[in-house]
C-alpha cells in the first residue's frame, strides 16, 4: 500500500453526547478544507431535517445485508435494531485524498483501529449522566422509556472510552470545539493535550 500522509480521525460520544454538531462546526472552520466527513449508511428510517448523502447514505435492511454478506463494509454495527456501517469505498475514496473524519460508536472505532493503525480515536465525554439526559429530552426524537435505554447504554460505551487516544470533555461547546481543533487542525500530540476530562469522572459515570 502506498503511503498516505492524510490522517484518520475518529469521533465517539454515546447518544446526545454533541458529537454532530461539533463535527458540523469542525468543517464549517476554514482550517478543514482538507478535510473530508465519511458518511455511513443506515438502515434507519429518515427522521426530520435528515439529508441523503450528507447525514447518512439511507439503505433498506435488505440492502444493507446484501452488501454485509458482499463484504463492503469496514465496519457495522446494529444499535436499537437499525443497521449502521462505513462502506469500504467510502474510506477508501476520500481517505486518498484528504484527511478523513469518522463518526462512529466504540465498535466502529475499534474495527477501524484494526485496520489503520494510525487513526486518531477522540471520545467526547459528557459532564454527567443528568447532562446527557437533558440533551436527549431537548432534541425531543426518544420517547421516555427509548432515553433510559440510551442512557444505560452510554455507560457501557463511555466505558469504552479507554481506548481512546483522547477524552474531549463536552462540557462547553467553545471549549470542546477547541480542544477538537488542536487534535485536528494542530495535529497536538497526545503528550501535549490537557484534556479536561477529570481522572476519576469516567469511573463516576459508569458506576
Do not use: C
Not at 470545539?177 to 459508569?206: A, G, H, M, Y
Request: charged share 35%; glycine share 4%.
Amino acid at each position: 500500500m502506498p503511503e498516505n500522509l492524510h490522517k484518520l480521525f475518529v469521533i465517539s460520544s454515546p447518544s446526545g453526547g454533541g458529537k454532530t454538531s461539533l463535527i458540523n462546526k469542525l468543517f464549517e472552520d476554514s482550517r478543514s478544507s482538507n478535510f473530508e466527513k465519511s458518511i455511513s449508511d443506515t438502515s434507519r428510517q429518515k427522521r426530520e431535517g435528515d439529508i441523503e448523502g450528507k447525514d447518512y447514505y439511507f439503505l433498506s435492511e435488505k440492502d444493507f445485508k446484501e452488501k454485509i454478506q458482499k463484504d463492503e463494509y469496514v465496519e457495522y454495527a446494529t444499535v436499537f435494531q437499525n443497521f449502521y456501517g462505513t462502506s469500504k469505498e467510502e474510506v477508501k475514496t476520500k481517505f486518498k485524498n484528504s484527511n478523513l473524519v469518522l463518526e462512529l460508536d466504540w465498535q466502529g472505532a475499534y474495527s477501524l483501529k484494526k485496520i489503520y493503525d494510525d487513526a486518531k480515536l477522540i471520545f467526547l465525554v459528557p459532564p454527567s449522566l443528568k447532562d446527557l439526559k437533558k440533551r436527549l429530552i431537548k432534541r425531543n426524537l426518544d420517547s421516555p422509556e427509548t432515553i433510559e435505554k440510551r442512557l444505560s447504554e452510554a455507560k457501557k460505551e463511555i466505558s469504552k472510552s479507554e481506548r481512546y487516544d483522547f477524552l474531549v470533555l463536552n462540557d462547553d461547546f467553545d471549549k470542546a470545539f477547541e480542544d477538537l481543533s488542536q487534535i485536528l487542525f494542530e495535529s497536538i500530540l497526545l503528550s501535549d493535550f490537557n484534556s479536561r476530562v477529570p481522572k476519576d469522572l469516567i469511573k463516576r459515570l459508569v458506576e
